[in-house]
């Protein structure tokens, strides 16, 4: 009798430990969901900027330093923290034009970038490190206020721009060719580059070198070409407003460039900018 009595005391304990832990787990889930949810003056404020705020993900980043902070991802490869966002001006209209942010690199410069090469898996592989090669020539044979100088090496701390290869699943998707960067802050290049391992897979430094110019482009400032439709992707944008982008002159009309490298899916073109890239950033720097 008293070996029943002692079964039936241990399975009680161990189902209220169960219940107790099944709770506790979905209380930590609910305030993280709720952690991670944006923000609505985020939202307000996005949208007012005609970024496209649909699929605006929040999470904290690693970066390849080891450091984690809060970021914001819009437009699927752009990150931006609070202060970035709420600090962003408005521009002077929405106009048939290509576009840029309203954040800007200072000139005349030199742009130290740091393609990481280290064996770590933050590491570059030769194709990448190739098609950044090729991404570097394309700025730096424009008549523009600005020059990439281009190393490879593992120490990115003096660096001005560091291209790196980010293997987190949950920050960049690992299929297909995918990347990521952000918007130049109080003068200075927005710091970090990183391609998904995918993109580091592949085999096509045409591709790679298409991705790194895209990226590169927002770090001087340079907004997605057809950010009101993202129509590259098959998807539907912001219509245009009485507010939003800064227009850049002599450029065509907001999704009427199918050969911009700057469109949100930009275009194979063999990784090279389209006419006018061109012309906006000679135009800008």
């Avoid at 106009?95 to 090469?117: A, D, E, F, H, M």
């Avoid at 699943?169 to 918007?183: K, P, Y």
């Avoid at 899916?265 to 061109?278: M, S, V």
Wanted: include cysteine; hydrophobic fraction near 35%.
């Amino acid at each position: 009798m008293k070996k029943i009595n002692f079964l039936f005391v241990a399975t009680a304990i161990a189902t209220s430990v169960t219940f107790v832990s099944c709770e506790k787990n979905q209380e930590d889930s609910s305030a993280e969901e709720t952690f991670l949810e944006v923000e609505k003056d985020v939202l307000n404020k996005i949208t007012a900027l005609h970024f496209n705020p649909n699929g605006i993900e929040k999470g904290m980043v690693s970066d390849i330093d080891g450091s984690q902070k809060m970021m914001y991802t819009v437009e699927g490869d752009i990150k931006m923290s609070y202060d970035q966002i709420m600090k962003m001006n408005v521009g002077d209209g929405v106009q048939s034009k290509q576009y840029r942010s309203t954040n800007l690199v200072s000139t005349p410069r030199t742009i130290r970038v740091v393609g990481y090469n280290g064996n770590d898996r933050y590491g570059l592989g030769s194709v990448a490190q190739r098609g950044l090669r090729y991404a570097v020539a394309n700025y730096n044979a424009l008549n523009i206020g600005i020059q990439l100088n281009l190393v490879f090496s593992t120490d990115f701390n003096a660096s001005d721009i560091v291209a790196y290869v980010e293997t987190n699943a949950s920050v960049i998707a690992q299929d297909g060719v995918r990347g990521e960067a952000g918007f130049p802050s109080a003068g200075e290049p927005f710091k970090r580059v990183k391609i998904n391992g995918g993109a580091n897979r592949n085999n096509n430094d045409q591709m790679l070198e298409g991705l790194f110019t895209h990226e590169l482009g927002h770090c001087v400032g340079l907004r997605h070409t057809d950010w009101n439709t993202r129509q590259s992707c098959g998807q539907s944008g912001e219509s245009a407003g009485s507010i939003g982008a800064i227009h850049i002159p002599g450029t065509p009309g907001a999704s009427q460039d199918s050969s911009s490298i700057m469109n949100a899916c930009f275009p194979y073109n063999e990784g090279e900018f389209g006419q006018y890239d061109k012309v906006a950033l000679e135009y800008l720097y």
